[in-house]
């Protein structure tokens, strides 16, 4: 079993760098390695943004870090809080944030100082006044009890080594009847012995990946219910020749008290 502590300060790492750096002519391929590629808008269209989608958010805030659109399947609406685990540059914060509107508020979380001082830099510049960006862990949110109306992450909870803490921090920041809807990658098959021992595949979403039902049940045995796979495809980019059709990018909901 690897160490939790090490996990972290590995994913930290890389994200800080991932953070300082320009993105707009590289994919960072941030699930991934850090070499040059197409650009990340290029990335994020194939993860299920829509051209729309990419042009109405900061260019900073577009690292193609995700594996899905999260905000595309939650059906926000005017006035709620959203909350975005893992709110790395902050495109699904800026997306949420104009659905939301200004009645609205939209906080991301993320443990990556860097990340947060990216994102803050980034709303500030464009004049965003209904989000916030705080530092913290997804399995201790600096977030109140009962709080939100809406959990969304992207691509973030694979990188926990303690994922049923973090659904059931989820659990009790959300209001009752309130919603999550989750982007993750799952595995389907057993993982190479050295993939799942590897920092840098750690790093990169894929060793920490827990099989899809264990998924599921650790988001049950949080509390929740009413649990869909609202869509579900294989995850091929950047994922090597030995691990096709093992990992899968799930979009997961579930609800509190419906
Ligand atoms: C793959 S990136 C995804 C970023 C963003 N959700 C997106 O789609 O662009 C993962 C982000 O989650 C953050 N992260 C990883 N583990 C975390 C944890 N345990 N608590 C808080 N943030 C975490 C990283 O710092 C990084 O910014």
Not at 10 to 25: L, Q
Not at 128 to 138: A, H, M, Q, S
Not at 164 to 182: I, N, T
Request: charged share 25%; net charge negative; proline share 5%.
């Amino acid at each position: 079993m690897m160490e939790n502590k090490k996990v972290k300060e590995h994913v930290k790492k890389r994200y800080g760098e991932i953070a300082k750096t320009d993105c707009s002519s590289c994919s960072l391929s941030c699930c991934s390695s850090s070499s040059c590629g197409p650009p990340p808008q290029y990335v994020s269209w194939k993860l299920g943004y829509s051209p729309g989608d990419i042009e109405s958010v900061p260019e900073e805030s577009v690292l193609g870090l995700g594996c899905g659109n999260p905000v595309a399947l939650a059906s926000l609406k005017e006035g709620e809080t959203v909350l975005d685990l893992g709110s790395g540059g902050g495109i699904d914060v800026f997306l949420a944030s104009k659905k939301v509107g200004p009645s609205g508020r939209v906080i991301g979380v993320d443990m990556t100082e860097e990340m947060v001082e990216r994102a803050k830099a980034t709303a500030l510049k464009h004049s965003y006044t209904n989000v916030e960006f705080r530092l913290g862990e997804i399995e201790a949110l600096p977030v109140e009890d009962e709080s939100v109306d809406v959990i969304i992450s992207n691509c973030v909870i694979n990188l926990a080594p303690d994922k049923l803490r973090v659904f059931q921090e989820a659990y009790r920041v959300l209001k009752s009847g309130g919603r999550l809807m989750v982007s993750d990658l799952v595995t389907e098959g057993a993982l190479p012995e050295e993939v799942r021992k590897s920092f840098d595949a750690w790093a990169e979403c894929i060793a920490g990946a827990l099989e899809k039902s264990d998924y599921l049940e650790k988001i049950a045995t949080a509390g929740f219910t009413n649990i869909k796979i609202i869509s579900q495809r294989p995850y091929t980019i950047d994922v090597s020749p030995e691990l096709r059709g093992k990992i899968t990018s799930i979009q997961v909901e579930a609800r509190k008290n419906p």
